[in-house]
């Protein structure tokens, strides 16, 4: 078992920054990755970024190419997103998450491939 614990949701104005930590504990050993989802009220949950822990290979959506940043504290296996440059169309529940094999040849990362997830942390962006 593994759990997931988020946290640096909140309020932000358009064009700001948010930092969202997720940190992951028990059976940390099994897992090939980490990342993180957002799931808008009546949409999908989406990929956003993802590491994958062999290699420290970093993929991200094209929607925020640019503007995040995915990382890792391997010691603590914690992962973070930084999220600047905010936009109103970036407001949903981000929920970080994990995932039990992730072959080198895979670049993508769809919800049914994950494992574990957390709880979600609400990011809502202001004008």
């Known amino acids: 078992q593994v759990g997931l614990v988020e946290s640096g949701g909140g309020l932000v104005q358009a064009g700001g920054s948010l930092r969202l930590s997720c940190a992951a504990s028990g059976s940390t050993a099994s897992i090939a990755g980490t990342g993180w989802f957002c799931q808008a009220p009546g949409k999908e949950r989406e990929f956003v970024a993802g590491?994958?822990?062999?290699?420290?290979?970093?993929y991200y959506s094209e929607s925020v190419k640019g503007r995040f940043a995915v990382s890792r504290d391997r010691a603590k296996t914690t992962a973070y997103l930084q999220m600047n440059s905010l936009k109103l169309e970036d407001t949903a529940v981000y929920y970080c998450?994990?995932?039990?094999?992730?072959?080198?040849?895979?670049?993508?990362?769809?919800?049914?491939?994950?494992?574990?997830w957390g709880q979600g942390t609400q990011v809502t962006v202001s004008s």
């Open positions: 590491i994958r822990w062999s290699d420290h290979n970093i």
């Open positions: 998450a994990t995932r039990r094999f992730w072959p080198l040849s895979d670049v993508r990362w769809t919800p049914d491939e994950s494992q574990y």
